[in-house]
């Protein structure tokens, strides 16, 4: 379980998150939307501890955040970033490899082991074919497979991936939609997408301007009450196995 209690995120004296409380429940699968610049990325990255300073607490399985060592708090939290700091230099094996650091005292003495657990994650994405291949030459969507790929090697109780889909064609984005379930237990995604959010999540919260405007069920949130002043925009819904939305700009006057 990760718990935010009243957690503030500043760039100086400009607030990027206002107090937030949220609970993330062991198991679900929980997406973060909401538009450009709202606090989705920033929100991530202070769990652990990365970028600006910040205020309030961050519980991860009951534990404060700021209580545990980096390699502590790494093998309980993988972070695939939007930009990920991939060193050119190496292979796509080593690379991913680097994802068992966090957990080396439990592979100590075992380089077969992460050497099995690195192959099976690049087969997961589909880079087996590239393990051999240097960073420096993958394009921006193997990149960001080769990131969820470091993330599975590391294994940790939960996942923060910050839109996993991005630089993606539609069927990795569907493969790698589909392993957000079982990189961890627990996993936290910012998406764009709202069809992807409405037809993968348990919960999905929205965030507009450094705030937590709605949380809960996808069919819930996702509705035009919600989305229309977060967004700007008339949405308009589609019923069926899977939701659509529809998005067209407010008439002149309504907006």
């Known amino acids: 379980m990760i718990e935010l209690r009243g957690l503030t995120v500043r760039a ?7 107090p937030t409380d949220l609970t993330v429940a062991t198991g ?24 600006q ?39 796509v094996a080593e690379e991913a490899g680097l994802g068992a650091l966090a957990r080396a005292g439990a592979l100590v003495g075992r380089p077969r082991r992460t050497d099995e657990l690195v192959a099976e994650a690049l087969d997961r994405v589909g880079l087996a074919d590239r393990a051999t291949s240097r960073v420096g030459v993958l394009s921006g969507g193997e990149l960001q497979r080769l ?36 990189i ?12 992807a959010a409405a037809r993968w999540a348990d919960v999905v919260v929205v965030m507009d301007h450094g705030r937590v405007v709605a949380d809960g069920p996808p069919a819930d949130v996702l509705v035009p009450s919600v989305l229309d002043p977060v967004y700007g925009v008339t949405t308009a819904v589609h019923a069926g196995h899977h939701p659509h939305f529809e998005f067209t700009l407010p ?3 309504t907006a």
């Not at 910040?54 to 970033?81: E, H, Q």
């Not at 961890?184 to 069809?195: E, G, I, Q, Y």
Request: glycine share 10%.
């Open 53 to 91: 300073r910040y205020g309030g607490r961050v519980l991860v399985d009951g534990a404060d955040a700021t209580s545990m060592s980096r390699r502590r708090l790494a093998r309980r939290v993988g972070l695939v970033a939007q930009r990920g700091d991939a060193d050119p230099s190496l292979t």
């Open 12 to 18: 100086g004296a400009t607030v990027l998150l206002h």
């Open 184 to 195: 961890a237990p627990t996993s936290v995604v910012v998406l764009h997408d709202l069809d």
């Open 147 to 182: 990131a969820i790929a470091r993330v599975l090697v590391q294994a940790p109780g939960h996942a923060l991936l910050d839109e996993p889909t991005n630089h993606l064609d539609p069927r990795h984005q569907l493969e790698v939609l589909g392993l957000v379930r079982d």
């Open 28 to 51: 679900a699968l929980v997406a973060i939307v909401g538009p450009n610049g709202s606090g989705k990325s920033t929100l991530l990255r202070a769990v652990v501890r990365a970028g």
């Open 251 to 253: 008439t002149k006057g």
